[in-house]
């Protein structure tokens, strides 16, 4: 099991950027795909972004391709999602995920479902 523990939310306007960490302890950190997602007021959690073992290979929806950036460093044991052109519909609750890969070119976790470890989450509101 891994404890996932996120931080960096805020208040931004719209334009503004902001980067979220999540500190993971426990098991061997770099086999884990790592994942954000968020929940959105009165929204299903979506998928956001993943990132393999190494850091080397990165997954992203749609909807935040180009405007933000995950990355990770092992040695820290945390993983990044640096958020930039932030708009008022990123608001939402960001929450880090963890899912056990026993490969290295996996990457394209977007379910809920293969992520097994989950942080509390951290509020981002971007104001218009």
């Known amino acids: 099991q891994v404890h996932l523990r996120e931080s960096g939310g805020g208040l931004v306007q719209a334009g503004g950027s902001l980067r979220l960490s999540c500190a993971a302890s426990?098991?061997?950190?770099?086999?884990?795909?790592m994942g954000w997602f968020r929940r959105a007021p009165g929204k299903e959690r979506e998928f956001v972004a993943a990132?393999?073992?190494?850091?080397?290979?990165?997954y992203y929806a749609d909807s935040v391709k180009g405007r933000f950036t995950i990355s990770r460093d092992n040695a820290k044991t945390t993983v990044y999602l640096q958020m930039n052109s932030l708009k008022p519909e990123d608001t939402a609750v960001y929450f880090c995920?963890?899912?056990?890969?026993?490969?290295?070119?996996?990457?394209?976790?977007?379910?809920?479902?293969?992520?097994?470890?989950w942080g509390q989450g951290t509020q981002v509101t971007v104001s218009s």
């Open positions: 995920a963890a899912a056990q890969m026993n490969v290295w070119y996996v990457v394209k976790l977007s379910q809920e479902h293969e992520y097994v470890d």
């Open positions: 426990g098991r061997t950190f770099s086999s884990y795909v």
């Open positions: 990132i393999n073992w190494s850091g080397a290979l990165t």
